[in-house]
């Protein structure tokens, strides 16, 4: 792949995913964050930039040079989008059923494979939002 073709080009850089590096005992390097500190990728740093965000004004966040001393400059959450009105309630009621579980369940999980969880707090304003998601009737979509 991408990261064996840098690997074997001298004096090359490239970018793959931390899990990657860590699961591949890859070489790294520090970066210095937008508080002037430098830093090495690791579980912590992409918690404190995740923790550095203002999740409470917006889910849409670029957490890309985060604030915070501790902070890694370059993180990306993944996001999942569901419409707040269903034309299918059941099948939104299956998804919203498996990430009530992911988010109850999944941390240790996410952890193992060198991901990092979502802060319990951001957990608790997306389990929030979800009571806004609707069948078609205006109905919540009900998931427990």
């Known amino acids: 792949g991408v990261a064996a073709f840098v690997q074997g080009l001298p004096n090359s850089i490239g970018y793959v995913e931390y899990a990657y590096v ?5 070489t790294y390097v ?34 890309t040079d985060q604030p915070g001393k501790a902070s890694w400059p370059i ?12 034309d299918k309630p059941a099948q939104a009621a299956a998804a919203l059923k498996f990430f009530d579980w992911a988010y109850g369940n999944g941390d240790k999980m996410a952890d193992d494979l ?8 951001v957990k608790e304003l997306v389990h929030k939002l ?15």
């Open 22 to 26: 860590k699961q591949n005992k890859m």
């Open 30 to 63: 520090q970066l210095k964050n937008k508080d002037g500190q430098w830093v090495n990728p690791s579980d912590d740093a992409f918690k404190a930039a995740a923790a550095g965000a203002d999740w409470n004004k917006t889910f849409y966040q670029i957490t």
């Open 75 to 86: 993180t990306n959450p993944t996001y999942i989008l569901m419409f707040k009105s269903q």
């Open 114 to 121: 060198d991901y990092v969880p979502l802060p319990a707090s």
């Open 130 to 144: 979800w009571g806004e998601i609707k069948d078609s009737s205006g109905k919540p979509v009900s998931y427990k």
